[in-house]
């Protein structure tokens, strides 16, 4: 069974950077693609950006472009998300997740961590 962790997250000013990680363990992991969804109070998860495992193709929401860089270290089955320049409305609970295939629909990921809180201050 594979188990993602999600670490990063935190209190940061409008104009500021994070990064976060999202570290997976299980037997066998080899995940089609993984993304990172957030979800803000009172609305619903929301897709930001997938990379595939293998490849490192990447698709982004057209409001982090050029702001967020999503990575992945296969040797420590990690991935990342580095978020700069930071706007309050990125505030919100930060998911990653693993699937079998590239998709933005949240209901098509089969494994999710618990969460890291980001919060950005104006």
């Known amino acids: 069974q594979v188990q993602l962790v999600e670490s990063g997250g935190g209190l940061v000013q409008a104009g500021g950077s994070l990064r976060l990680s999202c570290a997976a363990s299980g037997r066998t992991f080899s995940p089609y693609a993984m993304a990172w969804f957030r979800q803000a109070p009172g609305k619903g998860r929301e897709f930001v950006v997938f990379v595939t495992w293998n490849d490192g193709v990447t698709y982004y929401i057209d409001s982090v472009k050029g702001r967020f860089t999503i990575s992945r270290d296969r040797a420590k089955n990690t991935m990342y998300l580095q978020m700069n320049s930071l706007k309050p409305e990125d505030s919100g609970v930060y998911y990653c997740?693993?699937?079998?295939?590239?998709?933005?629909?949240?209901?098509?990921?089969?494994?999710w961590g618990q969460g890291t809180q980001v919060t950005v201050s104006s």
């Open positions: 997740a693993a699937g079998p295939r590239v998709t933005t629909v949240t209901s098509a990921y089969s494994n």
